[in-house]
């Protein structure tokens, strides 16, 4: 089983709605990550915080607001998405050391923009 | 954005066959991560390498830390039908957080 629990498993939702993907983790990591992942591609980074501040934001749109409650919960709210924004969408964490830190996922929330 | 090499891209081989695929990068980097995904969740972590020149096994995988720093490998032994799935490596530069993934490799088992 992971150790980094997403939720909902599955998203589907009009583009007029508001939603909001969520993550925790309970492994005391420190760098928790947003990375989206189109059908048969690797993950794309988009957001990255670090000590619950955000260090890393890969351009990506206002639609997407990422937000860190505490150093445990990684919050992705969307608004006003389009339908190319459907995807699967991990979650992941990391110690905050840079070194002997590797990546850990969740099994993500697979959204679908209507 | 940016992306590693990795090859093959995909692969049919024969169950009881060993498999290998290597990344490639123009960058240097101080860790490389091998993943695996099954269809419908998320990366799961294989191993990790850290050093140059290291070699770590994790049952019937093998993967090493090229010698350029620049390229990884990765080798299944023995393969079996639940090998089926995408390969993923992944690199990190240190001092960031930005760890480029490869294109991956899917690889089919044929029983």
């Known amino acids: 089983d992971t150790e980094v629990t997403q939720t909902p498993k599955h998203l589907v939702m009009g583009m007029t709605n508001k939603k909001s993907l969520k993550c925790e983790q309970h492994?005391?990591?420190?760098?928790m990550y947003w990375y989206k992942q189109k059908a048969k591609k690797p993950p794309e980074l988009m957001f990255v915080y670090s000590y619950e501040k955000l260090s890393i934001n890969e351009s990506v749109p206002s639609r997407f607001s990422p937000e860190c409650p505490n150093s445990s919960l990684l919050n992705l709210h969307l608004h006003a998405l389009q339908p190319e924004d459907s995807a699967l969408y991990l979650c992941?964490?990391?110690?905050?050391?840079?070194?002997?830190?590797?990546?850990?996922f969740g099994n993500g929330t697979r959204l679908t923009v209507t | 954005g940016q992306q590693l090499n990795q090859s093959p891209q995909s692969m049919f081989i024969q169950e009881g066959e060993d498999v290998s695929m290597n990344c490639t990068s123009s960058s240097i980097f101080n860790t490389w991560l091998w993943y695996k995904q099954d269809p419908g969740e998320g990366p799961v972590l294989l191993i990790a390498l850290y050093k140059a020149g290291e070699l770590t096994s994790n049952g019937r995988l093998t993967a090493q830390f090229g010698i350029t720093r620049k390229d990884s490998f990765l080798n299944i032994s023995a393969s079996i039908p639940s090998d089926v799935g995408i390969y993923f490596c992944?690199?990190?530069?240190?001092?960031?957080?930005?760890?480029?993934f490869g294109t991956g490799t899917r690889l089919k088992v044929l029983a």
């Open positions: 992944a690199g990190l530069t240190s001092g960031t957080y930005k760890y480029i």
């Open positions: 992941a964490s990391s110690g905050a050391g840079i070194n002997n830190s590797p990546l850990h």
């Open positions: 492994m005391g990591h420190r760098a």
